[in-house]
């Protein structure tokens, strides 16, 4: 339980304090940097601080779902798909850098209640609802970045290759659970998880 609660204190911490170390080169440094409008790099960086607390979030749902979990097979499968969502944090964080805009102030906010969700969903539930929980978090992240390929500006190339990017790694997220032996969650909870998205989204677009 100790143990456990370092990990967690640790990797919060680093997640909203440390620079994140991406183990992958960033998608968006060979593309070309068109220039933006004022109200393009707002709207890019509005979008990209959606996807960072995402990937915020992201990082607390592994680690929460990973201390949760029964089986050493899948707590590694998840510190590996965690380990790509750092990729995903440092990319995202250093989009919003170079968009001249800022990351959420409710990033701690953020985290805990992902933090809880995912311990929850693998404590109460066991490791194949966790995987359905991860399923299910995927497929609506990857629904959601899609989306963001109909927002974003289209000569805001570099923001477009990270999320193209991301889109990829979380398909491959989704599909590693599957595989791994993931149920499929009742309609109330996905959609519970889609209205808890949908808040985050919403606050987060300006906060
Ligand atoms: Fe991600
Ligand atoms: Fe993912």
Same mark, same amino acid.
């Given at each position: 339980?100790?143990?456990?609660?370092?990990? /967690?204190?640790?990797?919060?911490?680093?997640?909203?304090?440390?620079?994140?170390?991406? %183990?992958?080169?960033?998608?968006?440094?060979?593309? =070309?940097?068109?220039?933006?409008?004022?109200?393009?790099?707002?709207?890019?960086?509005?979008?990209?601080?959606?996807?960072?607390?995402?990937?915020? @979030?992201?990082?607390?749902?592994?680690?929460?779902?990973?201390? !949760? @979990?029964?089986?050493?097979?899948?707590?590694?499968?998840? =510190?590996?798909?965690?380990?790509?969502?750092?990729?995903?944090? =440092?990319?995202?964080?250093?989009?919003?850098?170079?968009?001249?805009?800022?990351?959420?102030?409710?990033?701690?906010?953020?985290? !805990?209640?992902?933090?809880?969700?995912?311990?929850? =969903?693998?404590?109460?539930?066991?490791?194949?609802?966790?995987?359905?929980?991860?399923?299910?978090?995927?497929?609506?992240?990857? /629904?959601?970045?899609?989306?963001?390929?109909?927002?974003?500006?289209?000569?805001?190339?570099?923001?477009?290759?990270?999320? %193209? /990017?991301?889109? /990829?790694?979380?398909?491959?997220?989704?599909?590693?659970?599957?595989?791994?032996?993931?149920?499929?969650?009742?309609?109330? $909870?996905?959609?519970?998880?889609?209205?808890?998205?949908? $808040?985050?989204?919403?606050?987060?677009?300006?906060?």
């Amino acid at each position: 339980m100790m143990n456990a609660l370092i990990l /967690a204190t640790d990797s919060a911490l680093r997640t909203l304090f440390a620079e994140p170390r991406a %183990s992958r080169s960033n998608p968006a440094a060979n593309v =070309a940097d068109l220039a933006l409008s004022d109200a393009e790099r707002r709207q890019s960086g509005a979008l990209m601080r959606i996807n960072h607390v995402g990937e915020v @979030c992201a990082q607390a749902l592994y680690t929460g779902q990973a201390l !949760a @979990c029964q089986s050493p097979t899948l707590r590694a499968q998840l =510190a590996q798909a965690s380990r790509e969502e750092t990729d995903h944090l =440092a990319w995202t964080q250093q989009r919003l850098q170079d968009l001249n805009d800022r990351p959420s102030w409710l990033n701690p906010l953020w985290y !805990a209640g992902a933090f809880a969700i995912g311990f929850a =969903a693998g404590k109460l539930g066991g490791d194949k609802v966790s995987l359905g929980f991860v399923v299910e978090t995927e497929r609506q992240v990857e /629904a959601h970045l899609q989306s963001h390929m109909d927002l974003l500006p289209s000569s805001d190339l570099a923001s477009r290759a990270i999320v %193209s /990017a991301m889109k /990829a790694d979380e398909i491959a997220h989704a599909q590693m659970a599957q595989q791994a032996g993931a149920v499929e969650l009742p309609a109330p $909870v996905k959609a519970f998880m889609q209205a808890a998205a949908k $808040v985050m989204t919403t606050v987060a677009h300006r906060v």
